[in-house]
């Protein structure tokens, strides 16, 4: 049972690459969710998917793009990368209701030069 | 709004002390309030969670308890061990379409022997 399932771990882009950050989860949730996390910042929410076949924006969502492929699958692009997005990614999925919280992937490490 | 006001750190105890990571937050509407652990390297792990008022949740000898009249959730531990080194991250979650998630800046512990 493999939870939330991030691509890749790592990756180096250079300013104005393009680049699609992969999550899939397998425990049937209705939400899924990506989130930056910044030191001293906590966790910012980019994009989230209520439910297969919809998205909406989060705090930060300038920059970016999300597809929700299907109930497993949400994906996160950035098209024109820039220093200010060198992070750490992480995706999440919920059953939906609030006292169930979330489960995180194992995130992903993204710098631009 | 939605917010988590979370004791900032870093945290340095040594084993066996007592810990207390302060967190309050604001909501609309009735929350439910969670404790995530961030061990180097990783994604966030749920470790306690408490969904109305006057719960106390725990695991792994760490407690919380869901104090409405003083809008807290205080994470507490009697006797730390250097294993407890972490960033901890305080977090509510309001039911709205998507069941969204605020996260504190997190609390950096370091446990030493």
């Known amino acids: 049972n493999a939870g939330v399932t991030q691509t890749p771990k790592f990756q180096v882009l250079k300013t104005g690459q393009s680049m699609t950050l992969q999550c899939a989860q397998d425990?049937?949730?209705?939400?899924m969710y990506w989130y930056r996390q910044d030191p001293g910042m906590g966790l910012r929410l980019i994009y989230y998917?209520?439910?297969?076949?919809?998205?909406d924006k989060g705090e930060v969502p300038n920059g970016y793009n999300v597809s929700r492929l299907n109930k497993r699958e949400f994906s996160l692009r950035l098209e024109s990368a820039a220093p200010s997005q060198t992070s750490v990614y992480f995706c999440?999925?919920?059953?939906?209701?609030?006292?169930?919280?979330?489960?995180f992937g194992s995130g992903t490490r993204l710098t631009v030069v | 709004g939605n917010s988590v006001t979370q004791m900032e750190g870093p945290v340095t105890l040594s084993e066996e002390a007592f810990l207390t990571i302060n967190c309050t937050y604001t909501?609309?509407?009735?929350?439910?309030l969670f404790w995530y652990v961030q061990y180097p390297g990783e994604g966030l792990q749920l470790l306690l969670k408490?969904?109305?008022?006057?719960d106390k949740g725990s695991n792994k000898g760490f407690e919380a308890t869901y104090r409405k009249e003083t809008t807290s959730f205080h994470l507490e531990k009697g006797s730390v061990q250097v294993s407890d080194s972490a960033v901890y991250f305080c977090?509510?979650?309001?039911?709205?379409?998507?069941?969204?998630?605020?996260f504190g800046t997190g609390t950096r512990l370091t446990v030493i022997p």
């Open positions: 425990m049937n949730h209705n939400s």
């Open positions: 999440a999925s919920s059953v939906g209701r609030a006292n169930y919280g979330y489960t």
């Open positions: 408490a969904t109305k008022a006057d």
């Open positions: 909501a609309t509407g009735y929350p439910s």
């Open positions: 977090a509510l979650s309001v039911q709205t379409g998507a069941n969204n998630l605020f």
């Open positions: 998917s209520a439910s297969e076949g919809t998205t």
